[in-house]
T-cell receptor, first 114, second 118 residues
Framework: AQSVTQPDIHITVSEGASLELRCNYS??????LFWYVQSPGQGLQLLLK??????LVQGIKGFEAEFKRSQSSFNLRKPSVHWSDAAEYFC????????????FGPGTRLSVLP | NAGVMQNPRHLVRRRGQEARLRCSPM?????VYWYRQLPEEGLKFMVY????????ESGMPKERFSAEFPKEGPSILRIQQVVRGDSAAYFC????????????????FGDGTRLSIL
């Protein structure tokens, strides 16, 4: 079965600074990888996804993520953070096998300083 | 172009009552997933359903919890005889069928139902 870790529970950055949120997965085959963002009191919104092909994927709101098979990582990046990016970020891995499910990481809470 | 619709947004129940949470998937989506999120925690998978079938309920508590996704109408998550520990946000997600498999299509989430037990 697949699993996901997000080593950072809470990250604080200043507005305008760059951001990288870490995600490591464990899965025996090619993973399907996703990043979601959750604002307080809201559901999860899909930021981007990786299925195959180019290992650098672009998402909404200026986010990108890079799939590195050798490191089993799918880190989320943004060159310049805005105050509105403060939220909880979840990495998730899907699977190819019938009946298996998304597995979500524990999340990283992002705080943005003015 | 409605997204995943969950209702109610907030539900208050007294201990021992029943809670019914509803989820209407996005148009064209036939897969529904339920998750529970406790304060300051991530999402915990509960159950995965397709129309009239429970595919995976490995995350469902063995007692008091049940889920269905009938041929017509929304998916229902039902909690009988609620206890204080059931207080949480319950999220529903839906997805299109996977290509050549399952769980490889992005899940789209509703805004959740926040269940409070008095």
């Amino acid at each position: 079965a697949q699993s996901v870790t997000q080593p950072d529970i809470h990250i604080t950055v200043s507005e305008g600074a760059s951001l990288e949120l870490r995600c490591n997965y464990s899965y025996g085959a090619t993973p399907y990888l996703f990043w979601y963002v959750q604002s307080p009191g809201q559901g999860l919104q899909l930021l981007l996804k990786y299925f195959s092909g180019d290992t650098l994927v672009q998402g909404i709101k200026g986010f990108e993520a890079e799939f590195k098979r050798s490191q089993s990582s799918f880190n989320l990046r943004k060159p310049s953070v805005h105050w509105s990016d403060a939220a909880e970020y979840f990495c998730a891995v899907g699977a190819e096998n019938y009946g298996q499910n998304f597995v979500f990481g524990p999340g990283t809470r992002l705080s943005v300083l003015p | 172009n409605a997204g995943v619709m969950q209702n109610p947004r907030h539900l208050v129940r007294r201990r021992g009552q029943e809670a019914r949470l509803r989820c209407s998937p996005m148009k064209g989506h036939s897969h529904v997933y339920w998750y529970r999120q406790l304060p300051e925690e991530g999402l915990k998978f509960m159950v995965y359903l397709q129309k009239e079938n429970i595919i995976d309920e490995s995350g469902m508590p063995k007692e008091r919890f049940s889920a269905e996704f009938p041929k017509e109408g929304p998916s229902i998550l039902r909690i009988q005889q609620v206890v204080r520990g059931d207080s949480a946000a319950y999220f529903c997600a839906s997805s299109a069928p996977g290509q050549g498999g399952y769980s490889n299509q992005p899940q789209h989430f509703g805004d959740g139902t926040r269940l409070s037990i008095l």
